[in-house]
């Protein structure tokens, strides 16, 4: 498989995950601000996770304009990716039934912590498939070092959302996307 098959693929699923997370957003019991605002919570969760998948978007475009070898590794790892990704809009389906529970929040972060973890994986793929490429090498270094802070933030988040507050997750995770869209001095091509 070619690599502008898999990354056309890869767009795909991921746009229809992020179109998919709107139709997670509760409709407002009537047509007045408070209503609206009654909701805040769930377009946070909303926007929170369009934008990180966004970002893991990016990411991913980054870190693939190298690529010049796709092996079947890579090709898993990406199916694998995508499936946890598409957890994301049930995570935040569950999160939206009681979103200041740490059970809720804790999934969503174990969700959101999966798909960080087959990123992980996809990346090291990549990387072992094109081992003849330093620029290649370079990307994913500068993202590997990002990504252990990343995961730190989420498990710390995490534990805060156990036993003291429970939007500590989704709040790790904002803080984490961020992070990760802070420029590396290295350009989108």
């Given at each position: 498989?070619?690599?502008e098959?898999?990354?056309?693929?890869?767009?795909?699923?991921?746009?229809?995950?992020?179109?998919?997370?709107?139709?997670?957003?509760?409709?407002?019991e009537?047509?007045?601000?408070?209503?609206?605002?009654?909701?805040?919570?769930?377009?946070?969760?909303?926007?929170?996770?369009?934008?990180?998948l966004?970002?893991?978007?990016?990411?991913l475009?980054?870190?693939?304009?190298?690529?010049?070898?796709v092996?079947?590794?890579?090709?898993?790892?990406?199916v694998?990716?995508?499936?946890?990704?598409s957890?994301?809009?049930?995570?935040i389906?569950?999160?939206?039934?009681?979103?200041?529970?740490g059970?809720?929040?804790c999934?969503y972060g174990?969700?959101v912590?999966?798909?960080t973890?087959?990123y992980?994986?996809?990346?090291?793929?990549?990387?072992?498939?094109n081992?003849?490429?330093?620029?290649?090498?370079?990307?994913?270094a500068?993202s590997?070092?990002?990504i252990?802070?990343?995961?730190?933030?989420?498990?710390?988040?995490?534990?805060?959302?156990?036993?003291?507050?429970?939007?500590?997750?989704?709040?790790?995770?904002?803080?984490?996307m961020?992070?990760?869209?802070?420029?590396?001095?290295?350009?989108s091509?």
């Open positions: 498989m070619g690599k098959r898999l990354m056309a693929f890869t767009d795909a699923v991921l746009a229809i995950i992020m179109t998919i997370l709107v139709l997670e957003l509760e409709k407002p009537a047509a007045t601000l408070e209503a609206l605002w009654n909701l805040r919570e769930n377009f946070f969760a909303y926007a929170l996770s369009f934008f990180w966004g970002t893991m978007w990016v990411n475009h980054n870190e693939w304009h190298s690529v010049e070898q092996s079947t590794s890579v090709v898993w790892w990406s694998i990716h995508l499936f946890f990704s957890l994301i809009p049930y995570a389906r569950f999160v939206n039934v009681d979103y200041n529970n059970v809720t929040q999934f174990i969700i912590l999966l798909v973890f087959s992980v994986g996809l990346s090291c793929a990549l990387e072992k498939a081992h003849h490429e330093e620029e290649i090498k370079e990307v994913i500068d590997r070092k990002r252990y802070v990343d995961i730190a933030i989420k498990l710390i988040g995490m534990i805060i959302a156990l036993t003291v507050y429970p939007p500590a997750v989704m709040i790790s995770v904002l803080i984490t961020v992070f990760m869209m802070i420029p590396t001095g290295k350009k091509k």
